[in-house]
């Protein structure tokens, strides 16, 4: 399953091999609220025994991870789900482990802390915008 800063997590783990199908899920997050809410899904229901990678670039705060998880749970209902993440804030680490204590957790690197704004300090802005060339 593929949020949309995951993009680049993904395309190397298809290159090596690791991933068969992919699933799509476009979220949005209000920078006020720190809220997400799912846009768009497609990705196959019920998937039974499979196992279910989620790329996401950073985990800040955790709600975009969790509510994509959370529906993946709802309607795909696959056997195993991991969460593969290249930076992340503790922050986002206790949410993950309070709500989805079922959900393996893979992380590159763990950051200080989150920002009064909800971003990964020091971080390295937001890499959804990097990836897709959008600097401003």
């Given at each position: 399953?593929?949020l949309?800063?995951g993009?680049g997590?993904w395309?190397g783990?298809?290159?090596g091999g690791?991933?068969?199908?992919v699933g799509?899920l476009?979220?949005?997050?209000?920078?006020k609220?720190?809220k997400?809410?799912?846009?768009?899904?497609k990705?196959?229901?019920?998937?039974g025994?499979s196992?279910?990678l989620?790329?996401d670039?950073?985990l800040?705060?955790?709600?975009s991870?969790?509510r994509?998880?959370?529906h993946?749970?709802r309607n795909a209902?696959?056997?195993r789900?991991?969460a593969?993440?290249l930076l992340?804030?503790?922050?986002?680490?206790?949410?993950?482990?309070?709500?989805?204590?079922?959900v393996?957790?893979?992380?590159?690197?763990?950051?200080?802390?989150?920002?009064?704004?909800?971003?990964?300090?020091?971080?390295?802005?937001d890499?959804?915008?990097?990836?897709?060339?959008?600097?401003?």
């Amino acid at each position: 399953m593929l949020l949309r800063a995951g993009m680049g997590l993904w395309l190397g783990a298809r290159s090596g091999g690791l991933v068969s199908e992919v699933g799509m899920l476009d979220l949005t997050r209000n920078e006020k609220t720190l809220k997400s809410k799912v846009n768009m899904s497609k990705y196959q229901q019920n998937l039974g025994d499979s196992t279910v990678l989620v790329f996401d670039t950073m985990l800040a705060t955790a709600g975009s991870m969790s509510r994509a998880i959370s529906h993946i749970k709802r309607n795909a209902k696959p056997r195993r789900i991991i969460a593969v993440c290249l930076l992340a804030a503790p922050e986002g680490l206790e949410l993950m482990k309070t709500k989805h204590p079922d959900v393996d957790m893979v992380v590159g690197v763990i950051d200080e802390k989150l920002d009064d704004d909800g971003f990964i300090y020091p971080g390295l802005g937001d890499a959804g915008d990097r990836f897709f060339g959008h600097y401003g």
